[in-house]
């Protein structure tokens, strides 16, 4: 029997932690797995809004899939097109002309981008934070501001640098927030021209809550907990525009902004708009709770997905439930997906996935943080540290867990690093300055 060709479309929660068990459990001979992704890491998000308030070395935040992955062939490229009839990827390598990939088994793992609305200006001022080059965009800037802030004149400019605006109330929005407050709080010991009291920090969201993965009284704790740190927090409230950077609220409100951030949820991957996968009124691929593809009851042979792109019904909850779009289940998932792979590929039979959510942890700055797991509430340090322990934990190998590790120790003895690196952004502006033209 020749090898099992499997093909994994992105290589984040699902695609490498799938890719990795494939490689354990399998034989040479029974499978090689192709693993398509544009970048050369996956990046373990939950770290990202400790990456970008310098708690964690960005480059140990992200896991390169090279070394890895040593079993699987490594495409960097993006995948264009399944055309699941025909077993065929098309991929965009990150140079060169597109190729096609045949398959016997596909895993589509795309996992998800910011759900974004027609806002005025948002395109042009907003910014996302899902990226590990979004998270250290955010970080060189804010610091940046509040350089700006220290040397201008002008007090409607120093205004401006210095308000911040988030947009969206779930963990991806609270975390960052929180965590980049703190941060330039931290950076202000070193500003004798600014205060605290200088800087604005705004959240708007657009329900009456935040933290919809925790109880309403964790939520409120946590409102409260950022309001005593001097937070604006606007619930019930929508970001209407933001044209120039003038941000203009629902409830009224209007004021300038040098940085809008954009963390009001995701949606599954645009490029499953060209497949010929089956899909839900939320453009979810459409599984089954042994994770293959299904149209209504109908296995769509060789073809799997799981995470923030697939809609993978929650057996633990009512019927109709699905698991939501969580590292917590994607992980889960592609465990259960890689098992369920070998046992098609030795003529077994698949199981279903099966996990109670187990609830949420958030850190919310140093020390800080907010927890519910399995019933349990915890607020505080306590809260903070289980964050710490859940998520190393969790993000794949040893190298990465001592790497974090070893950050997390060497700042609580030293400070932490509060410079803004913002010139890798534009490292060539200034060669090109003193470089004559020619002609
Ligand atoms: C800031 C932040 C904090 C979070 N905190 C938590 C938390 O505390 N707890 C929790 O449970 N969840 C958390 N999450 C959510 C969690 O990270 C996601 O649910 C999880 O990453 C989903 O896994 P995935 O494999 O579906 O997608 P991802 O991990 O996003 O992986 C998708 C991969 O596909 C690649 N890709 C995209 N398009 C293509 C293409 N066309 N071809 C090939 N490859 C492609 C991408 O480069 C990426 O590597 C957080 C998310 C964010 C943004």
Same mark, same amino acid.
């Given at each position: 029997?020749?090898?099992?060709?499997?093909?994994?479309?992105?290589?984040?929660?699902?695609?490498?932690?799938?890719?990795?068990?494939?490689?354990?459990?399998?034989?040479?001979?029974?499978?090689?797995?192709?693993?398509?992704?544009?970048?050369?890491?996956?990046?373990?998000?939950?770290?990202?809004?400790?990456?970008?308030?310098?708690?964690?070395?960005?480059?140990?935040?992200?896991?390169?899939?090279?070394?890895?992955?040593?079993?699987?062939?490594?495409?960097?490229?993006?995948?264009?097109?399944?055309?699941?009839?025909?077993?065929?990827?098309?991929?965009?390598?990150?140079?060169?002309?597109?190729?096609?990939?045949?398959?016997?088994?596909?895993?589509?793992?795309?996992?998800?981008?910011?759900?974004?609305?027609?806002?005025?200006?948002?395109?042009?001022?907003?910014?996302?934070?899902?990226?590990?080059?979004?998270?250290?965009?955010? /970080?060189?800037?804010? !610091?940046?501001? *509040?350089? $700006? &802030?220290?040397?201008?004149?002008?007090? #409607?400019?120093?205004?401006? +640098?210095?308000?911040?605006?988030?947009?969206?109330?779930?963990?991806?929005?609270?975390?960052?927030?929180?965590?980049?407050?703190?941060?330039?709080?931290?950076?202000?010991?070193?500003?004798?021209?600014?205060?605290?009291?200088?800087?604005?920090?705004?959240?708007?969201?657009?329900?009456?809550?935040?933290?919809?993965?925790?109880?309403?009284?964790?939520?409120?704790?946590?409102?409260?907990?950022?309001?005593?740190?001097?937070?604006?927090?606007?619930?019930?409230?929508?970001?209407?525009?933001?044209?120039?950077?003038?941000?203009?609220?629902?409830?009224?409100?209007?004021?300038?902004?040098?940085?809008?951030?954009?963390?009001?949820?995701?949606?599954?991957?645009?490029?499953?708009?060209?497949?010929?996968?089956?899909?839900?009124?939320?453009? /979810?691929?459409?599984? !089954?709770?042994? *994770?293959? $593809? &299904?149209?209504?009851?109908?296995?769509? #042979?060789?073809?799997?997905? +799981?995470?923030?792109?697939?809609?993978?019904?929650?057996?633990?909850?009512?019927?109709?439930?699905?698991?939501?779009?969580?590292?917590?289940?994607?992980?889960?998932?592609?465990?259960?997906?890689?098992?369920?792979?070998?046992?098609?590929?030795?003529?077994?039979?698949?199981?279903?996935?099966?996990?109670?959510?187990?609830?949420?942890?958030?850190?919310?700055?140093?020390?800080?943080?907010?927890?519910?797991?399995?019933?349990?509430?915890?607020?505080?340090?306590?809260?903070?540290?289980?964050?710490?322990?859940?998520?190393?934990?969790?993000?794949?190998?040893?190298?990465?867990?001592?790497?974090?590790?070893?950050?997390?120790?060497?700042?609580?003895?030293?400070?932490?690093?509060?410079?803004?690196?913002?010139?890798?952004?534009?490292?060539?502006?200034?060669?090109?300055?003193?470089?004559?033209? $020619?002609?």
């Amino acid at each position: 029997m020749n090898p099992q060709r499997i093909l994994v479309v992105g290589a984040g929660h699902v695609g490498l932690y799938a890719a990795l068990r494939l490689c354990r459990k399998l034989r040479a001979r029974e499978a090689e797995v192709t693993v398509v992704d544009p970048q050369p890491h996956m990046t373990y998000q939950p770290f990202l809004p400790e990456a970008a308030a310098g708690n964690i070395s960005p480059r140990h935040s992200v896991v390169p899939l090279r070394r890895e992955l040593k079993r699987c062939k490594i495409v960097s490229g993006a995948v264009t097109r399944i055309e699941h009839s025909r077993k065929m990827a098309t991929v965009q390598p990150i140079i060169g002309p597109p190729l096609e990939i045949e398959y016997d088994q596909v895993i589509v793992a795309p996992g998800s981008v910011s759900r974004t609305l027609p806002i005025p200006g948002l395109r042009e001022h907003g910014i996302g934070f899902k990226t590990i080059g979004e998270a250290i965009y955010l /970080r060189n800037h804010v !610091l940046d501001r *509040l350089d $700006v &802030a220290a040397v201008t004149t002008d007090p #409607e400019t120093r205004r401006r +640098a210095l308000t911040f605006v988030f947009v969206g109330g779930g963990y991806a929005g609270i975390e960052a927030l929180a965590e980049m407050e703190d941060m330039a709080r931290d950076a202000l010991k070193y500003y004798p021209e600014l205060t605290v009291a200088d800087m604005h920090w705004v959240l708007v969201e657009a329900t009456q809550r935040v933290l919809p993965e925790v109880d309403r009284d964790m939520g409120a704790y946590t409102v409260q907990q950022l309001l005593k740190r001097g937070l604006d927090i606007r619930l019930d409230t929508r970001l209407d525009s933001c044209v120039d950077g003038v941000v203009k609220l629902s409830d009224g409100d209007s004021f300038a902004s040098d940085t809008i951030v954009w963390t009001a949820g995701v949606k599954p991957s645009p490029m499953l708009d060209d497949t010929d996968l089956p899909r839900d009124d939320k453009k /979810r691929v459409t599984c !089954l709770p042994t *994770l293959q $593809v &299904a149209d209504g009851d109908r296995v769509v #042979e060789g073809a799997w997905s +799981a995470g923030d792109c697939a809609a993978v019904p929650d057996l633990t909850g009512p019927p109709g439930t699905y698991c939501s779009p969580s590292a917590q289940h994607a992980v889960r998932q592609a465990a259960r997906m890689a098992d369920n792979i070998r046992a098609v590929i030795r003529g077994k039979e698949p199981l279903p996935y099966k996990h109670k959510h187990a609830g949420s942890v958030a850190s919310l700055g140093l020390h800080k943080g907010v927890a519910q797991v399995y019933g349990i509430k915890l607020t505080g340090p306590l809260a903070w540290f289980m964050h710490r322990t859940y998520h190393v934990s969790r993000i794949p190998s040893l190298n990465r867990k001592v790497r974090v590790v070893i950050d997390w120790t060497l700042a609580f003895f030293l400070r932490r690093e509060v410079v803004a690196l913002g010139q890798l952004h534009d490292p060539r502006d200034e060669f090109t300055e003193v470089t004559p033209k $020619v002609g």
